[in-house]
């Protein structure tokens, strides 16, 4: 039998599937959750990330402002669905303040490992890499030095060291909008040096054919890590976002054992459908109810506002298994 190794969460935010349903993956009716509105002056809120915290929930937001300047927010929640996003970006403190001399942030993803919150987002030092910080307590923040040089993007960390070291996979990229793009795995010993890269997956037809990225943390179970991933095709419209999942070595995380063929989800609804950047549907966190199955997750649609889909452990897991290709 198929074991999520996690907490319970029983206050996840969840809703059952209809029983015309036939989704592996199917939307809230509450969609979207938060609006391009959500902050004083924002322009858009989307593609963000959230953790059980205290009795509620937290995490770090991508709120865009009127400038079109892409920064990093904190919020809060006591349901997971109505989100109280500061007005003010977070101010990281830093060590070093060469390191704290970013240009923008976007793309957070947050993942709870030994005693703290770790923060790892798109971060603008003289090109795109992957900023890594740290808070206990989503008030005060603290950044540490950059994971890679520059380029990078997804940088996704496991929720747990890995052969006694920090795994983390990210996606290779370029100054802008990349039209290419494969999912490497890296280790550190200390959160700082990043090293022994491994190739786990790169693009394949249709859906996920122009390139791939890390989604949410990584889910562990019994039948190996499931990580839900993007993969972008590029249409005669541009590029559009849909989102599958695959099944990593728990020990070897870059061997991937099953990968779905079909997406999980695809842009469907008005509100992935237009927005800022058509036809996208992008996962930066999920959140797992272990004794039941239950996965929430949270992910940006259209570039543009936050959307919640949910979905359990065990179906996900036969779907890839039963729907692989690699």
């Not at 500061?86 to 030994?114: L, N």
Request: include cysteine; aromatic fraction near 14%.
């Amino acid at each position: 039998m198929m074991v999520v190794n996690g907490s319970p969460l029983p206050n996840l935010p969840w809703e059952e599937c209809s029983v015309d349903c036939r989704d592996i993956v199917w939307r809230s009716k509450q969609n979207p959750i938060i609006t391009r509105d959500a902050v004083p002056d924002a322009n858009s809120i989307f593609n963000s990330a959230v953790v059980p915290f205290e009795d509620g929930f937290a995490g770090v937001f991508r709120c865009d402002d009127t400038a079109r300047i892409m920064q990093l927010h904190a919020g809060t929640s006591r349901d997971g669905i109505h989100w109280a996003i500061e007005p003010q970006r977070i101010q990281f403190q830093c060590a070093d303040d060469e390191i704290g001399k970013f240009v923008y942030g976007y793309d957070p993803r947050v993942c709870w490992i030994d005693d703290r919150y770790y923060v790892t987002w798109c971060n603008g030092y003289h090109g795109p890499t992957i900023g890594v910080g740290y808070t206990f307590d989503f008030k005060t923040f603290h950044q540490i030095e950059n994971a890679f040089l520059p380029y990078n993007r997804n940088g996704v960390l496991f929720p747990r060291k890995i052969n006694g070291k920090f795994a983390m996979l990210s996606r290779p990229s370029d100054t802008g909008h990349t039209p290419f793009g494969d999912i490497f795995y890296s280790t550190s010993p200390d959160m700082e040096h990043w090293g022994h890269h491994r190739f786990v997956m790169g693009p394949k037809y249709g859906w996920q054919s122009t390139k791939v990225g890390g989604g949410p943390m990584p889910i562990e179970t019994s039948e190996g890590w499931l990580i839900f991933y993007h993969g972008v095709i590029t249409s005669c419209n541009g590029f559009e976002y849909s989102f599958g999942a695959a099944l990593l070595d728990l020990e070897q995380p870059w061997q991937v054992m099953y990968r779905t063929a079909p997406y999980l989800m695809a842009p469907r609804e008005m509100y992935e459908r237009v927005g800022d950047t058509p036809n996208v549907v992008f996962p930066c966190a999920a959140l797992v109810d272990a004794p039941t199955n239950r996965i929430a997750i949270y992910y940006g649609a259209a570039d543009t506002v936050v959307a919640l889909a949910f979905a359990r452990v065990d179906q996900v897991i036969e779907f890839v298994k039963s729907h692989s290709e690699l």
